[in-house]
């Protein structure tokens, strides 16, 4: 791997290898989301505990201070939205000129494998990466979304990822299921973990994140379940300890806990 790719790949992770990403990139098909309506506040008091936040140019520029910034994964597919005929319809929305223009540490793109946009998201995997190859900017692959999120099992969940890689991701993000191992096994680049939406209580998310890290994941990308919790601060630290601090479930809990009642 040449030294730009590596050196902006590493700068995604800790010196331990593992990531906590940030995603606030929601509103490029949700709108302006609840809690993220104004994202530069919504990340204030949450980003010390992230290796480095997802979000889209529009975002990047209008809220996020440039000085002392986290490292960036530019979200550059879209160009469908929530009351549209398809989300999987996406195209790329970004050129890679201005990806560099804005100095990111990645780049993200959804694929949406078993829909009818399959070939065409595939494709654009692939365009994406061989622009990207050019600059030594390493692309993120977001599987397994929208109508195909149904079916979450390690079969589906790990032909994506595997499809995904062979186009040549670089990371891949997925949602947990039973048996994350046989996902990540099959997978010939690191993992890590998608959210989805907010649960109604906080160690469930802990359990599905530790054994997702258990079986092989490097990190997590989990947005809704930290910002638009009435504790994101306290989710943040928490999660941040299974991911950098080898924490269990049970002590992500405490330290919850002991954060919000803190
Ligand atoms: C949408 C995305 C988002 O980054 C993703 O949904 C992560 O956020 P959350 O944990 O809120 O689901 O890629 O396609």
New binding site residues.
Partial sequence: MDWGMKNRLSSLMGTDGKCMFM????GY?LGPTSKLEKPGETIKPIIEYCDAL?CTRGVLRAAIDPVGSKPIIL?VSGGTSIVGGDLANEGLTTAIKDAVRLNVAGV?I?VFIGSDYERQTLLNLGKLVDECEEYGIPVMA?TA??KELEKRDAKYLGLCCRIAAEIGAKVV?TYWCEDFDKVTEGCPVPVVI?????FDTELPVFEFVHDGMQKGAIGL??????W?HEHPVAMAKALHAIIHKNATANEANDIFNGTKNG
């Fill in positions: 995603p606030i990139d929601h098909f997802f979200r993200g959804s977001v979304v929208g993000k998608a959210g989805g939406p907010k990308n989990l947005g809704r379940n930290i638009q």
